[in-house]
């Protein structure tokens, strides 16, 4: 969430972002509804002055031992205004944080103005394969090979949902294993297995709710949410904490499985495993001081990277525009990986930049040794990187014309040194 004080001096700052991001926030509304609520605070705060004035003469009038029955009926009275004012106030106060989390933070002058199609290719690593041969999509080599099993996935769960057999399962651990294995031992992180239901709070802090709601898989009689990411449980570790600054950057890993519901997702890009309400992700998420968090979203992105040149996959990295970016980001970049046989580029990472947004409604701070005061701190995180998509760009980047897939050579060692999954 933003910083009130902020949005009061930066009016035109905060409505000119709620314009790029293409927001229908009503700021002007909202501002009504924070002047208001501060009158009312204003007399509240003079009237309580004023019976503590009161108070004062009572216990002067009790010394004098002189009547003292006027001022304590003032006092009685100025009291019943001041709790009709408090009324007044917890209705305003209410509707005005519900408001304030609805605001969007504001994005990083560095983003492209506009929609997704505003959105910016910066980068690209690796050249598309050329193949002489007739290619299957990821749905016809998966259910040839007998590696990932659709129909008795819907069978057990419903659509959207996805079960790997044999090779695919050992496929999808392998991969599993490769991303934590990377990024604990030569990026740094620090690997963690969270919980993966978590509650109310851990998704306000994050940014999920109230504004994602539809797309979360709820438990409702434990007030429990489902995981959609493990920036979820990984952020919220820190929640109401204070770092020590010399304890920054602090760095976490995590592989979960991520739940969503994908609420009015639909079409072609929802075959076979293109969108799925449960996929594996390897998540890594940053606590950084905020004068670093730019260069520390750079060695994030990097680390993402570094996970596809390995695999030898060819990939885009996208500068996100502001009317494409979350809710809570403040830059972002996505990495997308194509895939010859949908011939399509699919996003595998989101690697983004909260700044101290999250920070803010988790109440995540270190302690600043020039100031000695307690500032936020800023989140980041990124795919390091997701599945299924990526299982889709392997299955069809490296598929052979008799069907087989070969088996990428960082990944050879999670199968014995085996070489290829043939039917």
Known sequence: MLDIKSIRQNTDLVRKALNDRNSNFNLDEFLQIDESRRKILGKIENLKAKQNKIDDEVKLLLRE??????????????????VSYEDVFQDLNVNFMKESYKIPNIPHSSLPIGDISNNKVIKESGSKKEFNFKLLD?????????IVDFKRAVKVSGSNFVMFKGAGAQLERALINFMLDLHTNEHNYLEILPPKLVNRDSMFSTGQLPNLEDDMYAVKDDGLYLIPTAEVPVTNIH????????????????????????????GKETRGLMRVHEFDKVEMVKFVKPEDSYQELEKLLSNACKVLDLLELPYRIV????GDISFAAAKCYDIELYSPGVDMWLE????????????????IKYKNKKTGK??????????GVALARLFISILETYQQEDGSVVIPKVLRRYFNGRESIKK
């Open 374 to 383: 307690n500032d936020y701190v800023h989140t980041l995180n990124g795919s």
């Open 319 to 322: 500068l996100l525009a502001t």
């Open 239 to 266: 929640r109401n904490e204070i770092f020590n600054e010399d304890d920054l950057p602090r760095c976490y890993v995590a592989y979960t499985p991520c739940f969503r519901r994908e609420a009015g997702s639909y």
């Open 138 to 146: 990821h749905i016809s080599l998966a259910e040839n090979l007998d």
């Open 348 to 363: 595998v990472s989101s690697c983004s930049n909260f700044e101290d947004f999250q920070a803010r409604r988790g109440a």
């Open 65 to 82: 031992k002189k009547d003292f029955k006027s001022k304590i009926e003032e006092s009685k009275n100025i009291k019943r205004e001041i």
